[in-house]
């Protein structure tokens, strides 16, 4: 299958790419930059703001993976209208199917991102196309970077009663891919393999970051923490992930193989050798996950 991933520079695109390649299919990844295409991925340039490039992108594709996102500050440009735009570019091209990336809790519609997921979610279901929607709940990754902007702060706030269902981006990127080769399956969610509470969240993570902070009890307040602390957020569906929060923040040694040369040099388009001032990183990403509590 020929299958065209929008935000292919972020988190879960950056491991979707490798997943889809793994198995056997050409990949066409769309970036607002001019890319060099290399082995079984095409570079293609394309603005889902703008929709300038986006027919050409959609063009002989049998499947659409859309995880482009404006995340929770870009007021849902490309959730929304760059949504809207891609539809429509995809029904012109008769493409059988498109995969949209969403979170898990999007019908509370506790925060003007989920709102914005959601009704994106909605355009999907009702584009006339084959549709699956993946709702993963929030990324190991964007939780430790979060706590990391936190950790400047003398003590980190905790709130016992708040939950979470940390899951690995490569295993959601995993699950995306078999979703792809296995055609239109409707909503479907994805979380990680336990839930924690963000006591055990955060003094895990301290420990793994060699950090001391005294953790001061807090009740996050507002409507986004409420429909959390209700398990909006969480979910029984299966599969699961099986990497769990401390397996994540203390990796086991990788075994050595014959080739470790090989394995352990990495190649000029893997993220390790991306620019960093890459345009799509500032566009498309963001996925809830834990923040400094504001009232709302």
């Known amino acids: 299958m020929r299958i065209l991933v929008t935000g292919a520079t972020g988190t879960l695109g950056s491991a979707l790419l490798p997943a ?30 703008s929709d ?33 735009m891609l539809i429509a570019a995809a029904r012109e091209a008769q493409v059988p199917h498109l995969l949209f990336t969403s979170v898990v809790g999007t019908g509370s519609a506790a925060t003007a991102y989920l709102r914005y997921k959601r009704e994106a979610e909605s355009l999907v279901a009702g584009s006339g196309l084959g549709w699956t929607v993946l709702r993963a709940t929030p990324f190991h990754e964007w939780l430790d970077r979060r706590l990391g902007e936190l950790a400047s702060l003398p003590a980190l706030p905790v709130d016992r009663s708040v939950p979470w269902q940390p899951v690995h ?18 909503a479907v969610e994805f979380g990680g393999p336990q839930v924690l509470g963000t006591d055990e969240l955060v003094s895990t993570w301290l420990r793994a970051r060699n950090l001391r902070r005294p953790r001061l009890p807090v009740r996050f307040p507002g409507r986004r923490y409420a429909v959390q602390r ?9 599969p699961k992930g099986r990497i769990t929060w401390h397996d994540y923040l203390f990796p086991p040694p990788p075994a050595l193989s014959d080739d470790f040369a090989s394995e352990h040099t990495a190649s000029p388009t893997s993220p390790a050798n991306q620019p960093e001032q890459d345009p799509d990183l500032h566009v498309y990403g963001g996925d809830e996950g834990y923040e400094r509590p504001t009232r709302s």
């Open 20 to 49: 889809l390649v793994k198995a056997g299919h050409q990949v066409r990844a769309l970036s607002r930059a001019k890319r060099e295409s290399r082995g079984n991925v095409e570079w293609v340039w394309g603005d889902l703001i």
């Open 230 to 238: 209700a398990g909006q957020f969480l979910t029984d569906a299966l």
């Open 169 to 186: 981006t490569g295993e959601v990127a995993a699950r995306a891919a078999e979703l792809l080769s296995g055609g239109p399956a409707g």
């Open 52 to 84: 300038a490039g986006i027919a050409d992108a959609v063009r002989g594709v049998d499947a659409v993976a859309h995880l482009a996102t404006s995340g929770r500050k870009g007021r849902g440009a490309v959730d929304v209208p760059g949504t809207r």
